[in-house]
């Protein structure tokens, strides 16, 4: 059954007093990736922190896999979504293939240790971000995108069904950013899982994912599919700024005007 790996009915959210969105209606299936974009402040954060179970929403309900993600345990929720915060903090000092197996802990039993094949699948995802051959390095060394990478990786390791990310780009150069999507690409199409990725560059998310969800900053949002949502009208809307559109090998390629 298809049925949604992420769902929400009449979702409220809210921070200081401020709506993020109202009544919000949206559905993740396998297989499908959904961007969220808007303005610096609207929430964009928050939401994907309420997505995740991370913080309670102002009203409404937020199912995952079916079932109202109040109904699971913390470590089903671990099991079945992983999510990635915008800031990445290492309070320990601890290894690039250490803080890969982060990943498997979920799947662990309470006294379990990582086992050959965790370490194997920490070593694949490590090579996946091009991180090879830095597993003993200290995480504390690594530079920003590195470090970036390295919290892909982790995700990869946990092998997640839904993929929570907040500006997973962030510290990318174009090469390493591009690389990024990709391999969440991949994650849909062979896997099956389902992205939502908070994005702030409208023409990678019209290029990589499927949907678009707009957050206007006053509550207010649209949703609907990358072509429906994207255009020069509703962007220039959503960014406070009017917006030219070029053709780009026949697809819209959108600059400031």
Known sequence: MNRPLLQTNSLDVSIGGKAVCRRLEIAVPPGQSLAILGRNGVGKSTLLATLAGLRPAAGGEIRLDGLP???????????????????????????????????????????????????????????????????????????????????????????????????????????????????????????????????????????????ALLLYGDGECGEGTVDEMLNAENLARLYGHPLRTLDNDGRPWFVPA
């Open 69 to 211: 993600l109040g109904e699971l345990s913390l470590r089903r929720i671990a099991q079945l979504r992983a999510f990635l915060p915008q800031v990445l903090h290492d309070p320990f000092a601890c290894t690039v293939i250490e803080t890969a197996l982060i990943g498997r802990h979920p799947h662990l039993g309470r006294w379990d240790w990582e086992s050959t094949s965790d370490r194997q699948l920490a070593t694949e995802a490590l090579a996946s971000v091009e991180l090879g051959g830095l597993e003993e390095r200290e995480v504390h060394t690594l530079s920003g995108g590195e470090r970036q990478r390295l919290g892909l990786a982790m995700l990869l390791v946990q092998a997640p069904r839904l993929f929570l990310l907040d500006e997973p780009l962030a510290h990318l150069d174009p090469h390493h950013g591009l690389a990024a999507l990709r391999l969440l690409r991949e994650q849909t199409t062979t896997s099956a899982a389902g992205i939502v990725i908070v994005m702030h560059d409208a023409n990678l998310a019209l290029r990589w994912c499927d949907r």
